[in-house]
């Protein structure tokens, strides 16, 4: 049989070609499962990111405003009521009762906090400042942790606490949340984390991040 009537047999660049083609197929189908892993990772980071933030931006904008809520109409921080004043003086447990007591209602306290909720809501809701955010954000559960005080199975005045768990209440889940979206880099998915990481005084100081 002629030479160029079979060219696929004798010319040598059909052959790896076809096994080129082959080896991308089994590399592709090997990679697209990950790849589809990383992006549903990406997503439910994504998404817890955004709820989270919003707990907190709500929180500030219900204690401003008042809602109706947790804060009734015309009790917002605007019409002239305090942010901290009915939570903190109702503090009835944990080693740090009567501190929280003479907190409550003061003018730093109400605007730490409310800043803390504002600014924690809108960088967790962008995935900007994640790390600061994370940093706050726990210590402010930290102290809500304290005021509240699960370990307490009694109040002050002898009445059940109605404590559901020693240790793990929703402050400790909100602290960890923010941490692991902070570790995760969970910004750039759905926020503007990848934005705010290419800013020149961010890429130097990796704290902002």
């Known amino acids: 049989m002629a030479a160029h009537e079979h060219p696929h047999r004798i010319q040598g660049f059909h052959l790896p070609a076809f096994r080129r083609h082959r080896t991308a197929s089994a590399s592709d189908s090997a ?9 549903a990772q990406a997503h439910a980071f994504a998404s817890l990111r955004i709820l989270t933030g919003f707990v907190f931006l709500w929180a500030f904008l219900d204690k401003t405003f008042g809602f109706g ?14 942010p901290t004043k009915g939570f903190l003086s ?6 740090m009762e009567s501190t929280f007591h003479s907190w409550a ?8 906090f409310m800043l ?6 809108v960088a967790v809701m962008t995935g900007v400042a994640l790390r600061l955010a994370a940093v706050a ?8 942790w304290l005021a509240e005080w699960p370990p307490a199975k009694h109040l002050s005045d002898g009445s059940p606490s109605m404590s ?3 240790f793990a209440d929703y402050h400790v889940i909100y602290a960890v949340a923010l941490i692991a979206l902070a ?6 998915t759905w926020g503007l984390g990848g934005v705010w990481a290419r800013l020149p005084i961010v890429r130097d100081h990796a704290w902002l991040r």
Do not use: E, F, K, Q
């Open 31 to 39: 990679v697209s499962p990950h790849l589809d892993t990383h992006a």
């Open 69 to 82: 809520y947790a804060t009734a109409s015309g009790r917002g921080w605007i019409d002239g009521g305090s």
């Open 90 to 95: 109702s503090v009835a447990a944990g080693p």
């Open 105 to 112: 209602g003061d003018a730093w306290a109400d605007w730490l």
């Open 116 to 121: 803390g909720l504002l600014g924690i809501g």
């Open 137 to 144: 954000g726990t210590a402010m559960m930290t102290l809500m």
């Open 164 to 166: 559901t768990n020693p």
């Open 183 to 188: 570790a995760a880099g969970a910004g750039a």
